[in-house]
Nanobody, 124 residues
Framework: QVMLIVSGGRSVKAGESLRLSCAVS????????AAWFRQIPGRAKEFVSA????????YYGDSVKGRFTISRNSAGNTVYLQINNLKSEDTAIYYC?????????????????WGQGTQVTVSS
């Protein structure tokens, strides 16, 4: 069973950068697709980014292209989300998700494994 541990969220000023981490506590991501979603209270989860583990192909939601970068480490046990030039609209709880078979990477219900959320708050 995959367990995901998310870290890195904090309060920052607009324009600053932040890196979120999603570590697998058991096993590796080697056969999985991993993704980041974010959620503002009262709203649905928004797809942020995803990465296929074997080929490291990356995908991004339209609202974050150019400022967000997803990556994974060579050990196969951590996924990162680098966020640059943070904006107030990036304020949300960020979640990491993973699963072996994902037909639509932007749909939260496609993922069976979730980490706990980490709060990112951007102030002007």
């Amino acid at each position: 069973q995959v367990m995901l541990i998310v870290s890195g969220g904090r309060s920052v000023k607009a324009g600053e950068s932040l890196r979120l981490s999603c570590a697998v506590s058991k096993g590796t991501f080697s056969t999985y697709m991993a993704a980041w979603f974010r959620q503002i209270p009262g709203r649905a989860k928004e797809f942020v980014s995803a990465i296929t583990w074997k080929s490291a192909t990356t995908y991004y939601g339209d609202s974050v292209k150019g400022r967000f970068t997803i990556s994974r480490n060579s050990a196969g046990n951590t996924v990162y989300l680098q966020i640059n030039n943070l904006k107030s609209e990036d304020t949300a709880i960020y979640y990491c998700a993973a699963d072996q078979i994902v037909n639509n990477m932007a749909v939260p219900s496609e993922y069976g494994y979730w980490g706990q959320g980490t709060q990112v708050t951007v102030s002007s």
